[in-house]
């Protein structure tokens, strides 16, 4: 049970090995690959699991929504938690939480309960997605950060780009519950992989020597530790890390709840058929309990949403825009197998089309330094990314062919990948070194939001089109709601933040957000 409990060292040959942080990097990158994965493989089985359960769209996209919602609430605790227990053993319990729940999802009997099983699987990609840059940084020397976390970033994006294709081929081939299962194998790879190849991110305490009488200093100079305390920045044993309070339990609830209850009432218009006295209770317990989230986050010590450093920061508007980018990158993803199920197509000609966006996506943001020149301020390459986002979704709400239709998702994911970099650089950059690690689990949340928001508006415009009855009218509904958030994308991306003392994204070896500290001596 002990052992459990902590941090397993690596064997000695791979700690010494001189691709040792390679290795960790390339373990990170299983998780990084995987979430990216079950985040875009999911939404292209809509239609095969509507079939199954007899069930519409309003009620089947709980299958993703629920996921994203807890996954949101979960991140910037889960993120704490492992500060405090160890990035390393969290990150691997998150792979074994997250590899058993996707075998439960693969042989769930119903709707329901697949549902509260992708809650129990986002418990698990909470401890991954936390972790997975935390682990970077702490695995690699500060001259080779950026490239690694570079590596990190390719591995989001293919797995995000293969997700449609996967999907598309399990759910044509062998089935929905396959989408799932494909999970399992991996993950148990990863977790072999993460507990040989990963470095321990905490000590073990020491054993204490005695008790230090009320106000008895430590011996030692020079901010060396007493004897039997840890040494610093390494907790001991069940001892919170400095800086690093505790989950806020509080605002976790009522974000929670402000979320859910959003979201069913936006599913409730979308023909889930809930009594409008439901729908009511939901939009007010909605405003209500995010109302007591914005009260209890000024109030908090350690909030889950820190408004004091975002207001500080000027950093509002810009987290509002990786809101609309993630929500305008993620409907599509819902959208498009809807449209190509409705024509007769398959899932995985569906999968096919959709993998220009993300592929679109992730060549931008690599190439984006040589496609737009290297002067151009972060709020300049926002706008100009945000810009072609917006005229591509506008394009896509006119039904076309395919090779019309995969033209265009390529040029959205592309002007998506221009933005959402500089869009990160410039809310990083506008926050001190100590408020980084708070502004990127923001980041993460605001993101998360995003992409529930766009399930949640597909699904609005899907359904209103039927009232229409128009043929693709629910594609152009959906596409030009797109088309206007990623136009509020622009005036979010134009206002930025503002830049603050000792900001997080200046130049020290290390990508906007992540400037070098000094690492655990000798890693183990």
Request: one cysteine or more; glycine letters at 14%.
């Amino acid at each position: 049970m002990v052992t459990l409990l902590r941090e397993p060292a690596r064997p000695t040959a791979i700690r010494e090995h001189p691709l040792a942080p390679w290795f960790a990097v390339a373990t990170v990158c299983f998780g990084a690959f995987m979430g990216q994965l079950d985040a875009s493989v999911v939404t292209v089985a809509f239609p095969a699991l509507q079939r199954q359960f007899g069930t519409g769209l309003a009620a089947t996209q709980w299958v993703s929504l629920a996921y994203l919602l807890v996954l949101t609430a979960l991140l910037v605790p889960a993120g704490r938690w492992s500060d405090r227990a160890g990035r390393k053993l969290l990150y691997l319990y998150g792979f074994v939480v997250f590899s058993a729940a996707s075998a439960a999802c693969g042989l769930a009997p119903s709707l329901g309960v697949l549902i509260a099983l992708r809650v129990v699987q986002a418990g698990g990609a909470a401890l991954l997605q936390a972790n997975s840059v935390a682990l970077v940084v702490t695995s690699v020397p500060a001259r080779t950060r950026r490239a690694a976390l570079g590596v990190q970033a390719a591995a989001q994006a293919v797995g995000l780009a293969c997700g449609p294709v996967v999907g598309g081929v399990l759910v044509g081939t062998v089935g929905w519950r396959w989408v799932f299962l494909i999970n399992v194998p991996v993950g148990l790879l990863a977790v072999a992989a993460g507990w040989y190849l990963l470095p321990r991110t905490r000590r073990p305490a020491r054993p204490a020597l005695g008790p230090l009488r009320a106000g008895q200093r430590g011996s030692a100079r020079f901010g060396q530790p007493a004897a039997g305390q840890p040494a610093a920045g390494q907790p001991a044993a069940g001892q919170p890390a400095a800086g690093h309070p505790g989950a806020d339990l509080g605002g976790m609830g009522l974000l929670a709840v402000s979320t859910s209850t959003g979201m069913l009432a936006i599913s409730s218009l979308s023909g889930l058929g809930l009594p409008l006295w439901a729908v009511a209770t939901c939009v007010a317990t909605a405003a209500a309990a995010g109302a007591a989230l914005v009260r209890h986050s000024w109030r908090a010590a350690a909030p889950l949403l820190d408004l004091r450093a975002l207001a500080a920061a000027g950093t509002g508007p810009a987290l509002g825009g990786a809101l609309c980018a993630y929500l305008v990158l993620f409907g599509p993803l819902v959208l498009f197998p809807q449209v190509v199920s409705a024509r007769g197509g398959s899932a995985a000609s569906a999968g096919l089309l959709l993998t220009a966006l993300p592929a679109g996506f992730g060549l931008a943001a690599v190439a984006v330094d040589r496609l737009i020149p290297a002067g151009w301020p972060n709020r300049r390459r926002c706008v100009v990314g945000g810009a072609l986002a917006a005229a591509s979704a506008a394009a896509l709400a006119v039904p076309a062919p395919d090779a019309v239709s995969v033209a265009l998702l390529g040029l959205l994911g592309a002007g998506l990948g221009i933005y959402t970099p500089a869009n990160n650089a410039e809310i990083m950059a506008s926050v001190p070194v100590r408020d980084a690690a708070a502004a990127g689990g923001m980041v993460n949340m605001t993101r998360g939001i995003g992409t529930a928001l766009g399930v949640a508006v597909v699904s609005l415009g899907l359904h209103a089109g039927t009232f229409l009855r128009q043929p693709d009218a629910g594609l152009t509904l959906s596409m030009a709601a797109l088309a206007a958030v990623a136009l509020v994308g622009v005036w979010c991306g134009q206002r930025g933040g503002r830049a603050g003392p000792s900001p997080a994204g200046e130049q020290g070896g290390g990508p906007p957000g992540l400037r070098p500290t000094r690492q655990m001596a000798g890693p183990r």
